[in-house]
């Protein structure tokens, strides 16, 4: 037991990027334990009573073979309802409780950087009192790699994913689309995503504020650095929790809405354009941003897409600035028929 505990170490602390950690924990855990099920959930924003979302669900199927849920994207008000998650979450004590159907359940908080961001759900027809030393240990290894790993991946300013996260999790996110399309309807993982329209993809927008180079020159670069730091936590406000958000370097910003119709994708983005003009920033009072935003799908290469967005936010910049274009749509109007100089809108 003891060598196959330290080789589901070995394994969970070879991953690289924090989606795979997460699936590399609740992997170890179920491997280790006689466990039917386990969940891995993620709270949305500081606050408990915000919501939590499930990132994923492993559950050992009639086959005994183990089977997985991912993402589920609805975050739920866990105050009204799971007293038990929302419990182990305010107090970030463990949680033993048994179901109607007499499984035991063990809920454990995650901790990161002192700050209570999630918990992992077990459920087991066996006593897991017994296993607590062990699902603690795990735990404490997986919050300490987590720490480490977020900071590799995080911009030093604003706490947003930085350049070098992107490749990664814009390529999984690729692969994800792929994998879904091959399998198609008969795929589990697929079905129980959230139902989405028939028109629905992930969008990728590149987002640059305006005459930014001006606030540096006037007001200092500590106050530029500060009007970096409102718009990320504006951006952390607004968008889902399932949307990820990069810094890119300088005032350029990407985000990657998840899937949902290109009506929905443009009302999003607007949306947040408004809230950040009726904004004040310190100083300055008044800033806006313009950008571009593109349509996802598995046909390209990442560098196409940031390209394309590219082009539609030089557009935007060329047409007056705090708005933001559609590629597809620019494209169909014919006003992107010529290609765009590159190196216009310096993005790295």
């Given amino acids: 037991m003891g060598k196959k505990i330290l080789q589901s170490v070995i ?16 992997v170890t855990l179920i491997e280790l334990l006689p466990l039917n099920s386990i969940s891995l959930y993620k709270l949305v924003s500081d606050k408990p009573e915000d919501g939590i979302e499930e990132v994923i669900r492993l559950f050992v199927g009639e086959n005994g073979e183990i089977q997985a849920r991912y993402k589920q994207n609805n975050a739920v008000n866990i105050v009204k309802e799971d007293q038990y998650l929302y ?5 970030t004590k463990e949680v033993l409780y048994k179901n109607s159907n007499g499984q035991m359940h063990m809920i454990s908080p995650l901790i990161c950087d002192e700050k209570i961001i999630g918990a992992i759900e077990m459920a087991s027809n066996k006593d897991l009192k017994k296993f607590k030393e062990l699902i603690n240990g795990i735990t404490r290894i997986y919050e300490n790699y987590l720490y480490i790993l977020n900071k590799s991946e995080r911009d030093k300013l604003t706490g947003l994913l930085n350049r070098h996260s992107f490749d990664t999790k814009f390529s999984r996110l690729l692969q994800m689309q792929k994998d879904e399309k091959r399998s198609g309807s008969k795929n589990q993982i697929a079905n129980e ?3 989405q329209a028939t028109d629905s993809h992930a ?12 606030v540096n020159d006037k007001f200092g670069h500590v106050c530029g650095d500060e009007v970096l730091l409102m718009l990320s936590q504006k951006m952390k406000a607004f968008f889902r929790n399932s949307d990820l958000l990069f810094r890119f370097g300088g005032e350029e910003f990407v985000i990657i809405l998840e899937p949902i119709s290109h009506e ?16 004040n920033f310190p100083l300055i009072e008044k ?14 290469y990442p560098v196409t897409f940031i390209e394309h967005a590219d082009q539609a936010l030089y557009y935007a910049k060329k047409n007056g600035r705090n708005c933001i274009y559609s590629y597809e749509l620019l494209v169909e109007r014919g006003e992107l028929s010529k290609p765009i100089e590159s190196g216009k809108v310096d993005l790295f």
């Fill in 203 to 214: 969008w990728l927008a590149i987002i640059d504020i305006d005459h930014f180079k001006n």
């Fill in 193 to 195: 995503r959230r139902q």
């Fill in 11 to 26: 394994n969970m602390t070879e991953q690289r990027d924090v989606d795979s950690l997460e699936y590399g924990v609740v």
């Fill in 287 to 300: 800033i806006t941003i313009s950008g571009g935003y593109v349509k996802v799908t598995d046909l390209h």
């Fill in 87 to 91: 419990s182990c979450l305010l107090d």
């Fill in 264 to 279: 929905m994708a443009e009302r999003t983005l607007e949306r947040f354009r408004n809230k950040v003009a009726d904004s």
